[in-house]
Nanobody
């Protein structure tokens, strides 16, 4: 089991940057693949990015590709989402998620239902 806690959200102007962190408890963090999702008011939760347990491979939604970078430090039990060139449409609550159902990862990594463990979320607001 793993517990997740996000931090780093806030208010930023369009074009600015933020770095979100997700700290995980537990000694088996390196066994989990990680994901970031976001949910804007009145909208469904949507996939942002995912990273494999080793950190060697990342996946991004097209809406953030080239602007966001996902990384992890397994020694620190932490994943980082660097968000650059932020846009007002990036405004949402951002959630960190984890799971280790590797059999389902290739086909379902974009699906929030794959991930069993979730943080409480951190608000990101981008003003125009």
């Amino acid at each position: 089991q793993v517990q997740l806690e996000e931090s780093g959200g806030g208010l930023v102007q369009a074009g600015g940057s933020l770095r979100l962190s997700c700290a995980a408890s537990g000694r088996t963090f390196s066994n989990y693949f990680m994901g970031w999702f976001r949910q804007a008011p009145g909208k469904k939760r949507e996939f942002v990015a995912s990273i494999t347990s080793s950190g060697r491979t990342t996946y991004y939604d097209d809406s953030v590709k080239g602007r966001f970078t996902l990384s992890r430090d397994n020694a620190k039990n932490t994943v980082y989402l660097q968000m650059n060139s932020l846009k007002p449409e990036d405004t949402a609550v951002y959630y960190c998620a984890a799971d280790r159902d590797w059999a389902s990862y290739d086909n379902n990594r974009y699906d929030s239902k794959l991930y069993e463990y979730w943080g409480q979320g951190t608000q990101v607001t981008v003003s125009s």
